[in-house]
């Protein structure tokens, strides 16, 4: 999967020397952490998440950074041909929280489904948490429908390409 350009944003994939730039984004999205690890990011954060992302061969992590300058404004994480070939799953799309409520979250899920679609595949899909009522009306606004039930209330989303 290629990296992609938006108006606002340029996605591009993590490297090593973006790891205090990733774990900066990860302490500013304290409220993603708490509800899904119950604390905050811990400061190995960034690079165990590089560390699994670079275990797989099909893992993308994307850092979104503002079209004009830094710091880096939200992370997209990404399994491609997922559970099949052709389709992609969001693992995670972060934005700082002081962040949220500006568009950037619906820019860059339009910036990723033209890239997906222009590599060939031709579904996106995502699981929401029961717990994440937010994310669930987010992904249910841009066009995602729940088309399975998970365990515990979650859901999994899905966008035709």
Do not use: C
């Amino acid at each position: 999967m290629t990296p992609f350009r938006t108006p606002r944003l340029v996605a591009r994939p993590v490297s090593a020397g973006d790891l205090p730039a990733l774990q900066e984004l990860l302490a500013a999205a304290p409220a993603y952490h708490e509800l899904v690890d119950g604390a905050p990011a811990g400061p190995s954060a960034a690079v165990d998440l590089l560390a699994d992302a670079e275990a797989d061969a099909d893992r993308r992590l994307l850092l979104l950074w503002p079209a004009s300058g830094s710091p880096a404004v939200g992370l997209v994480d990404l399994q491609l041909h997922w559970p099949d070939p052709g389709a992609a799953h969001v693992r995670l799309l972060l934005l700082r929280e002081s962040l949220h409520g500006r568009g950037l979250g619906r820019e860059a899920a339009a910036g990723l489904e033209l890239a997906l679609r222009l590599d060939g595949f031709r579904a996106l899909r995502l699981s929401v948490t029961g717990e994440n009522e937010g994310a669930r009306a987010f992904w249910e606004r841009i066009g995602f429908a729940p088309v399975a039930r998970l365990r515990a209330g979650d859901t999994l989303h899905e966008k035709l390409l």
